[in-house]
């Protein structure tokens, strides 16, 4: 079946303009994750969706980051009032409910502020 | 919290010789370990996990790893390099007592270079 999505694959913005993203999970994950990939920090967890439960917003660096998932499926990451630090690549991933579970990476967004 | 560390920035092997990319851990409950790859301008692609049970876990594309818990290491091995091997490579860690975070905590990666 078809893989995780992202998209845009690609987003430049202003500094100070407000960006979202968006993933598409494997249909029947019910686990959805947020990720960011940069030079300076590496791979860090941003915030985690299990079912109808309270996020895990415990990764999220500031509070113009927040996401939402609708219907336990699609996903938007919004980053509100951008700023040159926030350029990175955004990955999102999914997997079935369990700790153990491996987790299925989509190809991430490119995110560029100016 | 929870921890990983990749010691090795670049590893380079040549081609047919074994291969080993380094990875250490810290959670404070026990862990569930990871092994990621990721090709350029791709995603990350699942190599194998330990989840409990025998020590040597083999994955996917011939790779394996050994869980060592009085060294809290997770060594990824291969036998025989392939320059295909050649890729970006992430350990990462969850801690399976419901203590940390969510998400997986990952290395900082470690960049395989094997060479013809």
């Known amino acids: 079946g078809a893989g995780v999505s992202q998209s845009p694959s690609n987003k430049v913005t202003e500094k100070g303009k407000d960006v979202e993203l968006r993933c598409d999970p494997i249909s029947g994950h019910t686990a959805l994750y947020w990720y960011r990939q940069s030079l300076g920090q590496g791979l860090e967890f941003l915030i985690y969706?299990?079912?109808?439960?309270?996020?895990?917003k415990s990764g999220l660096p500031s509070d113009r980051f927040s996401a939402e998932r609708t219907g336990g499926s699609v996903s938007t990451l919004t980053i509100q009032r951008t700023q040159q630090e926030d350029s990175a690549v955004y990955l999102c991933a999914s997997s079935s409910y369990s700790p153990s579970n491996e987790q299925f990476f989509g190809p991430g967004t490119r995110l560029t502020v100016l | 919290a929870q921890s990983v560390a990749q010691p090795e920035d670049q590893v380079n092997v040549a081609e047919g010789n074994p291969l080993t990319v380094k990875c250490t851990y810290s959670v404070s409950g026990n862990p569930y370990l990871f092994w990621y790859v990721q090709y350029p301008n791709r995603g990350l692609q699942f190599l194998l996990k330990?989840?409990?049970?025998?020590?040597l876990v083999k994955g996917s594309y011939g790779f394996e790893a050994e869980f060592n818990k009085s060294q809290t290491s997770f060594h990824l091995k291969k036998p025989s390099a392939l320059v295909s091997d050649s890729a970006l490579y992430f350990c990462a860690v969850r801690d399976n007592s419901g203590g940390g975070a969510d998400g997986l905590t990952f290395g900082k990666g470690t960049h395989l270079i094997i060479q013809p």
């Open positions: 969706f299990q079912g109808n439960s309270a996020p895990d």
């Open positions: 330990y989840i409990t049970g025998d020590n």
